[in-house]
């Protein structure tokens, strides 16, 4: 399989590299923006409240339930649309001490609508609840991309650890700032796909990387660009291929998978399509412009005293 899909001849895959990194920074920047006006639709799992599931045999309109509910005196409710036209979620801030009757005038409310509406899941989830998750979920991305900085200018070298964070932050940020602009709903398996994407990101970033070292290595001429194309051309076959199948089950749990993991399969679809690309374009094209050379991936010769002196025995 990896014969078949291997390039014969080495790909420029830098040769745009400008043009493609401009378009990152400016998907960045979007990015940002949408974080910092339009937020994130955090789910119940951070912001805590009530929700309820209901379940109708008939399609139904979010703006019918919605207006039943108010009626009843529920207010700040938002309902959705629960993966079929049929089923339907309603979300409602946390109000202390006003749980359970809330549930019964949403319960109310959407029987009103049909009697024989099921009321198939109610969850309660405490403020404070949600403010630590979001607190832990937050420093455990900054985290595990620290120690991924550390590791990688260890093994390798600090330019090169540089681009791969570079990369790293890039698909995270790009990943929130498509939830935060379409205003999708990121609940605790949303932050556990950004997590894996970060996982991701790094192992393909690592496969280029050691690439790299090994050809500065073995190729006496060349430019830094020339090399680089090289390595990526020989690690393309590899990267179709472990890319190709993730993206297979991938998509199938983003269509058949549910409304429960619609979010997680999402923001994988996202981040696996932005960590193939940023491990060329970014981490790899960001390591270039840090200046890094043939020099700098050499081993270092460690001299032993006495070396230069002829030895004693016969």
């Known amino acids: 399989m990896f014969e078949l899909l291997k390039l014969n001849k080495t790909v420029d895959f830098l040769k745009h590299a400008r043009v493609i990194s401009m378009i990152s ?3 960045m920047a979007a990015s940002v923006a949408s974080l910092a006006t339009r937020g994130i639709n955090w789910g119940l799992d951070f912001t805590g409240g009530t929700v309820v599931e209901i379940v109708y045999s008939e399609a139904k309109d979010t703006s019918e339930l919605r207006k039943a509910v108010e009626a009843q005196g529920v207010e700040g409710v938002i309902v959705q649309h ?3 036209a049929t089923d339907l979620i309603v979300r409602v801030p946390p109000k202390a001490g006003k749980g359970n ?7 109310s409310a959407a029987r009103s609508l049909e009697s024989d509406a099921v009321i198939k899941r109610v969850e309660f989830v405490g403020p404070q609840v949600g403010k630590e998750l979001a607190e832990q979920g937050g420093l455990a991305v900054l ?10 200018a260890f093994r390798f070298e600090w330019r090169l650890a540089l681009g791969a964070v570079a990369a790293l932050v890039h698909d995270v940020i790009v990943t929130l700032g498509v939830f935060s602009f379409f205003f999708l709903e990121f609940d605790l398996t949303v932050l556990a796909a950004v997590l894996a994407v970060v996982g991701y990101s790094l192992n393909d ?6 690439r790299v070292r090994e050809n ?10 020339h090399v680089v194309n090289t390595s990526v ?4 076959s590899r990267t179709i291929i472990t890319t190709g199948t993730t993206l297979f089950v991938v ?5 058949q998978g549910g409304s429960m993991i619609h979010g997680f399969a999402t923001a994988l679809l996202l981040g696996i399509g932005f960590g193939t690309f940023s491990s060329i374009y970014v981490a790899s094209y960001a390591s270039i412009k840090l200046g890094l050379t043939r020099e700098h991936m050499m081993p270092v010769v460690v001299e032993k005293e006495g070396a230069d002196q002829e030895s004693l025995l016969p």
């Open 25 to 27: 920074l400016l998907l």
């Open 82 to 84: 629960f993966g079929a």
């Open 101 to 107: 009757e809330m549930v019964s005038r949403i319960e």
């Open 143 to 152: 985290t595990a991309i620290i120690c991924i900085l550390a590791y990688v």
């Open 205 to 210: 970033t690592i496969v280029v990387f050691d």
């Open 216 to 225: 500065f290595r073995k190729m006496r001429k060349g430019t830094p660009e």
């Open 233 to 236: 051309t020989q690690t393309m």
């Open 251 to 255: 998509i199938a749990l983003f269509v």
